[in-house]
């Protein structure tokens, strides 16, 4: 599968992050300035704190921003594994702390209804997004979105509704809560975030991977900060 992604490489995940954020501070200024508001779709885990940290600094106009998640995992928001609380502690702390959150979890108390809701709560963002940041792990996944989950083909289905889906991960939390493909590409932007010698091994092989299949055909082209 042919990926046309433009490749930014950065000489350390400090640089990689810092540089990221200044692109996505610049496209929600204009976004504000153009529209009145702006929306950002943000990943979790670990590669992406540089970046909440440098993008928390920006001084942007937060009141007039919504956030939200490309995935989450089914657990309390209050948990340990929680992409809600990461970008709390993270992100929305000072002038950033203005910023319209919109968390996929909620309190539903199955997995489908989570995903129902978080896709009603969701409808509050205008579409298309402004910008979605993915990132990418060790074995291809992007968002929850992994390699022989159930449901994958499905929520990786171009045609598909654009909705938030319930995906399995192979390590705990197992049960998540994500995006899927039709989702992520409703948006004017999307980059994808990732460092390390080890996943950019990954990514050059990811010819049928989830992350692959997301990037592919996107337009404008998506972009890749990455960095040793």
């Excluded at 943000?42 to 001084?59: D, H, I, K």
């Excluded at 489908?112 to 990132?135: K, N, S, T």
């Excluded at 990811?206 to 040793?228: E, G």
């Amino acid at each position: 599968m042919t990926m046309l992604v433009a490749t930014l490489r950065h000489l350390n995940a400090v640089q990689a992050a810092e540089a990221l954020a200044a692109s996505l501070a610049k496209q929600l200024s204009a976004a504000v300035k153009s529209w009145g508001e702006a929306s950002l779709v943000l990943s979790g885990g670990r590669t992406p704190w540089p970046l909440l940290q440098a993008l928390s600094a920006e001084p942007l106009p937060w009141s007039r921003i919504m956030v939200t998640l490309t995935d989450e995992r089914f657990v309390p928001v209050d948990d340990a594994h929680s992409n809600e609380r990461q970008l709390r502690e993270v992100l929305l702390q000072g002038p950033a702390a203005q910023a319209q959150f919109i968390g996929l979890r909620g309190t539903a108390g199955t997995p489908q209804q989570a995903a129902r809701e978080a896709w009603e709560r969701l409808a509050a963002i205008a579409r298309p997004f402004d910008a979605v940041v993915l990132g990418m792990g060790d074995d291809g996944h992007t968002a929850s979105l992994f390699p022989g989950s159930p449901g994958l083909a499905e929520a990786l289905d171009a045609h598909a509704a654009p909705a938030c889906v319930v995906m399995q991960a192979p390590v705990a939390p197992v049960v998540r809560l994500s995006l899927n493909l039709a989702a992520l590409r409703q948006t004017q932007q999307l980059y994808l975030h990732f460092t390390g010698e080890a996943k950019w091994q990954v990514w050059a092989g990811a010819d049928d991977l989830p992350v692959s299949r997301t990037l592919s055909r996107t337009n404008p082209l998506a972009q890749l900060y990455w960095a040793p």
